[in-house]
């Protein structure tokens, strides 16, 4: 048995042949080489890399901070929280997006909650009753002759923070000389304006904290080579074998190949429940298929592509393999998305401010919903570790990550030890390093 499937790793998968014009480039890309050394341990435990990593990474690059629908009108606001900085952002009555550090510049105090949001005429600092209107200029400031030393001074705003903006995301940087957003994303935008990320809905939005460093969650989400050991399940329907693994300058990609059998799954001769289900899911009778397991996922993609002009799904803009598989990307340094024809799972892995064993998980789901479903903001929950189930695969990857934690803190172990189906985390941290030697990394 295990020589019949060794000798399936050797059949290609069907590729997509054509892509439409303006869709996302499939092709595979060359791989960097970037080596086989040990990735060092101590980055994912010790505070002194946890330093570094504040001071010449996190400081320096764009990241998510929020969804466009969390604030949708003039005065909408939401704080979000990274490393040990909070930052505020606020619709502006022009419909742009500012950022600005959550700090009063009389005595220090937090100006808005943290991890929260609202809707304001202005902001007012709850210790002495400072006041800014939302774009951030200073409008009151009480017994303000009692300051002489504020005579004439016009530098009493709230700090800005750099933003941008795109696919109903935005993006801030704390490095005031940044370059802008689109040249940092680089191939991104391209890549993914098909999948139409502004026109979809946020669903769900949790936010739990996790007790490993948020490398230890990003590496996870960087390799299939754990899915026969973690998620034995998905083995039936997901090919963690025929995995394209791209490097988009400091980004990077796998394709990975849904409703088609892994090599590494016992039946190749039947379809499993879940086949059966994504068969029915995508309009194709079970009943009347005739052909292999691992040839649905052809079925399926036909299936999809023939009603891509009654859908409200922007089909007609994808490949074929879009229509079935996951393209899951990883936007430098913290934002995992799992991308599908229909939807998309956002994963963005944030440091804790003090703990290198600890950091933040936001999972955010995001559809395309028909235009007359009803639509309500998610709370936005938060969690220890744990504490709630996140479905299947997610807690059993959940369940893991302490697990690696703890032992990477052993004297025991050294570091990393990566194998080839494990390219992204090389990746990843070759870009890691090349901010923390101060070697701004090619975007191109
Ligand atoms: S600390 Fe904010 S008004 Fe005094
Ligand atoms: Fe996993």
Redesign the pocket.
């Known amino acids: 048995m295990a020589a019949a499937l060794d000798a399936l790793k050797g059949v290609p998968l069907v590729r997509v042949e054509t892509t439409p014009p303006g869709g996302t480039p499939a092709g595979k890309y060359a791989d960097p080489d970037l080596g086989t050394k040990i990735i060092p341990k101590e980055r994912y435990v010790g505070a002194e890399f946890m330093k570094l990593e504040w001071e010449r990474m996190w400081t320096r690059t764009w990241q998510i901070g929020g969804r466009h629908e969390v604030i949708p009108e003039p005065g909408d606001w939401m704080s979000h929280e990274i490393g040990t900085e909070s930052l505020i952002f606020v619709r502006q009555a022009d419909m742009s997006i500012k950022g600005f550090f959550n700090v ?6 937090r ?1 808005v909650e943290k991890d929260a949001s609202g809707s304001a005429a202005a902001f007012k ?6 006041e800014w209107t939302t774009d951030g200029a200073l409008h009151n ?2 017994d303000r002759e009692t300051f002489p030393q504020l005579a004439g001074c016009t530098t009493l705003g709230l700090k800005p923070v750099s933003t941008g903006e795109w696919g109903g995301f935005f993006f801030f940087n704390l490095d005031p000389d940044a370059e802008p957003l689109m040249d940092y994303l680089g191939e991104i935008p391209a890549h993914l304006a098909p999948y139409e990320f502004e026109n979809q809905k946020l669903i769900d939005w949790k936010t739990i904290e996790w007790d490993c460093n948020w490398k230890t969650s990003v590496d996870a989400f960087n390799e299939a080579y754990h899915v026969p050991a973690i998620h034995p399940e998905l083995l039936s329907w997901l090919d963690n074998w025929n995995v394209q693994i791209d490097c988009l300058g400091i980004h990077n990609r796998y394709l990975v190949p849904f409703t088609t059998p892994s090599p590494h799954y016992h039946e190749q001769s039947k379809l499993s429940g879940e086949m059966l289900f994504f068969a029915s899911l995508a309009g194709v009778d079970p009943a009347d298929y005739e052909g292999r397991p691992r040839d649905l996922r052809l079925a399926i993609q036909r299936a999809k592509r023939a009603r891509q002009d009654d859908t409200i799904y922007p089909y007609r803009r994808m490949n074929d393999d879009q229509l079935s598989d996951d393209y899951h990307y990883m936007i430098f340094p913290n934002a995992t998305m799992n991308v599908y024809g229909e939807a998309m799972l956002l994963f963005v892995s944030r440091p804790h401010p003090t703990d290198p064993n600890k950091m933040l998980f936001d999972l955010m789901n995001f559809a395309h919903l028909p235009p007359d479903q009803p639509w309500q903001l998610p709370e936005h929950q938060t969690y220890k570790h744990g504490q709630i189930s996140l479905g299947l695969v997610l807690d059993q990857d959940a369940y893991n990550l302490p697990r690696v934690q703890e032992g990477m803190n052993s004297r025991a172990y050294e570091g990393l030890i990566i194998g080839t189906q494990e390219l992204r985390i090389r990746h990843f941290h070759k870009i890691l390093d090349d901010y923390i030697d101060g070697v701004r990394p090619d975007h191109a």
């Open positions: 009063c510049p009389h005595r220090g105090n100006i600092c709850g210790y002495h009753h400072w400031l009480p």
